[in-house]
């Protein structure tokens, strides 16, 4: 909804600053910029991945030793939701060949493959079959598909991006598998943009060589995801998906080979046992854990679940301490939260302000250090606007792009943002933007091979769950490539793999001996996980629920 | 963080959780008739978790494109209906709503590739389309603001290219089948036409056959080889020396001059 | 001159034939032909219950969508399209109770009172362009091609919205004269094709098209021309006599290349008989 009384009473400040700041751009005059020492400074006081305050070791499991935010070290470090002693694995509720745990983009990539291999599939998923991170997706999807483009360049194109800190078999396999991706969504029957001889209309992106970013309008992601999820409909003689269901707990064999797992039905709260000769999690990230108390752009179901759940049968992963914030996540109106701001709008020269329209960083930082600058501005000096439902934003001045090209420019260059703000009553070439760093993507995540396998034999992941393609920085478009790469492969070879399965006695021992481990680590109270989903309840609700005993009874 | 050692920060909202700042305004909504006071200005879905409603079903994207969140409502005085999706439909004072998470339709299963390209093949899946008697109640309850009626007109018409495009925005909540006289599903029917448009009637990549073919050959397998035990340096090197194709090159026509890696 | 053009369902899918033949003719006439945006199906078959308004509200939306795109009137060519178009016209036009219902029904619409008049492409020819005029641009004439004019049920029936009254076949005769032809009065010309018999009793529309093709052979015809792909498809089984649609002949009439008439689409060799007369 359009600015209410007291936040325009604000944005006169704003307006009071700014045909100063517009005369200071025109002259090519900046805020000054920070020198590297400052940057430093500044990141490590207030960027959540390099402050050292809220970050601590984990004390146990395969990670045991490595850093990670408070947030993700708590579920790391975190005790089973099922009470084992009352686990009764002896007689499944469910027997399949391949369990797919995750309905989203990856998960029902796998779930095809597996199906095409010839495997019974179960897919489980936490919420609705779709309800995901890939259907938020709206850039792209990456894939050396022209002539002047190829798997070399993909390659070097993503390890760049990823300051060289990727797993390098893993950057192969999805530059190698990309275009093969690409061809099977097609097949599939996905709408791609494209010119009217069928070549498909790719884009630049932020670090890219080639033009490589394929689409679907504006919502990309969407599209891969409502074609594969028809497609799984369409088989349901192969493939049976238990929405509502998510996964608390992984069975193994005594061989230590994956067995299947327990779901939760969240509706009847009953726990069911899945057999299953081999597992694919793909539950994708963590961005509800609302690390630092931050927004996110994630989906509800975000809450690391598989990660955890891979922890405990001792399957590790990397570069979870590494999370993308982006700067200028929209706080305003709400129907916009967490809604991204492109970059270009600083780069058409729009000033990022405080409450008292005043400038206080360089606009173009380094989006990590730009991010700093923001959070130091509001939680430090105070300087933040409110809006009225206590969220905090600094202004971002889009209505100066006008004065400085012509008008029109704002509506010409960003036609998307205008659009879905002209939508909730605020015109952006006229009134400026609050905004906020949002948390946006789960950089790392468990570790496998180029086949999607884990340590563990029967053990998969896909998608945003699993870590290293991307390292620590991750490129436009290579994470809805990333789960059709990844989600394809790891259904493909779970089918080749059941084929030789030989399951022995399910356990939970697993669990038993990571709670040993806690417990001698001398971790009191850890908290339950998988967490599920996120509590959104206010202190004063929470404070007035004085029941623990539900109703009904226990 | 504790209140003590952040004594400068305001308390703000966290997550996806609102707080009410001192001096702001509540109004009144009825969650499925019973009145809550929440904030202005918060979208009908935190509005209900600030009155303490959790979800289970209801919410997914939480960003106005997985369809899991639609809701009916009335305003207070008014006969009409309205629809909108909970994550993004601002509060208003007297507003009366309810979520339908689910609402079930009739799904004919197909082989996509058995099933060709013509309408024929949408009409024999989904003969009630000619049930529609152009009430237009779909498109009113439409929260994507997809003309329906249109392209359950084209899909009678047998404009697969025409159903395809005005139903792309589709994010299959389901309103449209539940309030349909015809008691059509029109979101797997637009589904159906948008899988036959990219799959028969879009013209197919043939750049990107072409790229297929290269990679089950293994023409590049060496090349990803040698990449993987690259050293960072040589890596470096390569990354900072790549050309760029140019912004306004237009498609397939620009080549580099390092021709050797394609 | 700018025409609102109302194709109909089955002109955009089945019948390709009937719609490119017309709109290239028109064009060749000197209009523009301006298809209405949005629009939808007409409902196929006028409901006859007195209450079922429901049933109405799908050619009235295609009236509104007329009046509100700028038309004070609208051609169509479809039989059944014409035939419910036109009284569902005529009820909003003269039974204000309906009307008010069908209006306060249709509330995301704008009201509509039967301001848009609907015209058979037939009633178009003759009285907007005129039979002359569709002479002077003849450029082939089909001389001495003997056609039945067939009518069917919907073009005359009832009364009040039939492009002439029923027993008379003068426009379509004048339209077969214009193009060179010979009309052929014969007695099946208003009689049922079988309609929608043919999904239930195939057998029913088997004797029905038997006998109106059969009379229009005894009466001389070597080709009949019809307005609707219904009847096309229920007289176009039996072989005796070739089915066109009249705007096919009207396009060969006009000299247009024979690719707009899409022959193949029509049953039996349609174009084979227009060739072997030298008409293409």
Redesign the interface.
Known sequence: ?AY?PEMKELIKKVEATRPDRVAMAKNNEHYPALTLKEREEVLNKYHPDYQEDGKRKVKVGPNKGDVFQEEVAELLESQSIIKEDEADLSEPDYETDVLVIGGGGAGTSAALLASDGGADVIMATK??H????T??AEGGIQA??????????H???T??GGH?TNQ??L??TL??DA??S??WL???????N?????????R?FGG????RLHSA?D?TG?EIM??VR??A????DKITILE?CPAAELILDEDGKCAGAILYN??TQEFYVVKAKAVILATGGFG?L?IK?????N??GATMDGVVMAYRVGVGNKYLYSTQYHPTGVV????N???LITEKVRGLGAHVLNIDGEQFCFPLEPRDVESAELICEA??K?K?V???????GLWLDSPMIDEIHGEGTVKKELPAKFIQFAR?GIDISKEPMLVYPTLHYQNGGVNINSDAETVVPGLYAAGEVMGGVHGENRLMGNSLQDIITFGRRAGAKAAEYIKGVDLKKPTLDHVAKFEKELTDAGIENPKTAPII??????DE?SAKRWTKVPIGGE | ?SETE?T??????????????EG??TIPVYIMGKRYEV?????IM?AM????F????G????????G?CPTVYRKAGDYKIYFGLA????VEPDMFLAQIPFYPAN?T????EEIGGEADAVHALYPEVFRCVACNNCTKACPMDVDVLAYISAVKQGDMAKA?EIS??C??CGMCASRCMGEMPQFHIG??V???????I????????K??EE??SGK??K???D???MS?EK??K???E????P?L?P??E???EDTQ?? | MKIKYYPGCTLKYKAKNLEDSAVASLEALGCEVEEIERWNCCGAVYSLAEDDLIHKVAPVRDLIRVKEQGGDKVVTICSMCYNTLARANLMMKEDEEKRDTINRFMDEEIDYAGEVEVLHLLTFLRDEIGWDKVKEKVKKPLTDLKVAPYYGCTLQRPEEVGIEPLGSFELMSGFLEAIGAIPVDFPGAAMCCGSYQVLGNAEAVQDAAGKIISTAQTAGAEALAASCPLCEYNLGKEQDVQIFYFTQLLAAALGLDAEVSRFELNTGNAGELLKRKNFL
């Not at chain 1, 305003?332 to 129907?335: F, G, R």
């Not at chain 2, 948008?194 to 028969?200: A, Q, T």
């Not at chain 2, 879009?202 to 056959?209: D, S």
């Not at chain 2, 790549?242 to 194709?245: A, P, T, V």
């Open positions: 909804m209410t919420l609705r779709g309800d995901s991170n259907i938020m050396a598909s022209q002539e002047c483009d190829s798997p070399f360049y390659y070097i194109d390890i760049g060289f390098p078999d950057v192969s530059a190698h275009p093969l690409i061809a097609e097949r599939l029957g996905m709408m791609f494209k010119l009217e001889d069928g070549r498909m209309v790719v630049h890219s060589s080639r033009k309008g919502m969407a409502r074609v028809d497609e409909r369409n088989r349901s509502f969240l509706e509800r609302h108390g931050f927004a996110c752009t989906h509800y305003y109106p709400e129907q939260v967490g809604l939680m430090e105070g933040g409110m809006t009225p439902t206590g969220r905090m909730h989903l996120p509590d959104y309840s206010t609700v | 963080m952040k400068q920060a305001p308390k703000m909202a966290t997550g996806d959780r609102a707080i009410l700042p702001a305004r904030p202005e200005t918060l979208t935190k978790e600030y009155s303490g959790k979800f289970v079903r919410a997914g994207c939480r960003g106005g494109i997985c899991a994550c993004q439909t601002v799904r299963a197909y082989d996509l395809a792309f925005d994010i299959q589904q159906l948008r899988r036959i448009y990219g799959r028969y879009q013209p197919q990549a043939e750049h990107l056959k790229r297929v990679i089950n590049y397998d090349m990803l080889e990449l993987t035990s960072k890596l470096t390569l990354y900072t790549r050309e760029r194709e912004d090159a498609s397939g620009w080549m580099p890696y394609l």
